[in-house]
């Protein structure tokens, strides 16, 4: 049974580049949530997906980022014109229908970095 | 918003030491969550706590839940080198939109 799967991994960008993040999630989950992670801190929300809906996007930047879980395929974190402020790590987390008495599992993360 | 603050942020002991992180939710929590994350790795679901005055353990790792549902501790008792992490609770409904604590750094001298 896979987990949640982000790719990719490492990330480095120049400033002003775009940033794409993957993550699928365990099979059969139907809930996505992005988290960000700068270093020695704890994460925080960005963002909570279902299948072509955003359900809560309260911890996103107003600007440059965006997010999306399509009907098919992986649910794609985006970040445009990348600034260093934006080097953390991105962690997708994923869990079952009943999202309300379930733990959340946790991808490996892509760190990003900006140059 | 709702904080969640965690107390200590680092705890350096020796190994066979017992270890606590506290944990306190500026709002009454639904339920709280405890994470351990290894450097560099991510974070790991460790348990759920949901009622009042909850008490759960496994094996060295005693949680409970504030009678108030707004504070939470972790105790690991005898500590050993693969304890080592951070340890972070969050609170949330469930899975959702989880507020987690800045986390506690936990390192064992052998």
């Known amino acids: 049974n896979a987990g949640v799967m982000q790719n990719p991994r490492h990330l480095v960008r120049r400033r002003g580049q775009e940033a794409r993040l993957r993550c699928s999630p365990v099979k059969g989950h139907s809930h996505v949530y992005w988290y960000r992670q700068l270093p020695e801190e704890g994460l925080k929300f960005m963002v909570y997906l279902q299948k072509e809906n955003i359900i809560d996007e309260s911890g996103m930047p107003k600007e440059r980022f965006s997010a999306e879980f399509p009907k098919e395929g992986p649910s794609i974190l985006r970040i445009q014109q990348v600034v260093r402020g934006d080097s953390a790590a991105y962690f997708c987390a994923s869990s079952p229908l009943d999202s309300l008495n379930t733990e959340a599992f946790f991808g490996q993360g892509t760190r990003l970095t900006v140059v | 918003g709702q904080q969640v603050m965690q107390i200590p942020q680092y705890q350096h002991v020796q190994e066979g030491e017992d270890f606590t992180t506290y944990c306190n939710s500026s709002t009454t929590l639904s339920n709280i969550q405890w994470y351990k994350q290894r450097p560099g790795g991510h974070p790991v679901f460790l348990i759920q706590l949901v009622k009042s005055g909850e008490v759960k353990k496994q094996k060295r790792l005693t949680f409970q839940f504030g009678e108030a549902k707004k504070n939470s501790s972790l105790h690991i008792t005898a500590t050993q080198t693969t304890d080592v992490g951070t340890y972070f609770c969050?609170?949330?409904?469930?899975?959702?939109?989880?507020?987690f604590g800045q986390g506690t750094r936990l390192t064992i001298n052998p």
């Open positions: 969050a609170g949330g409904r469930g899975a959702q939109k989880l507020v």
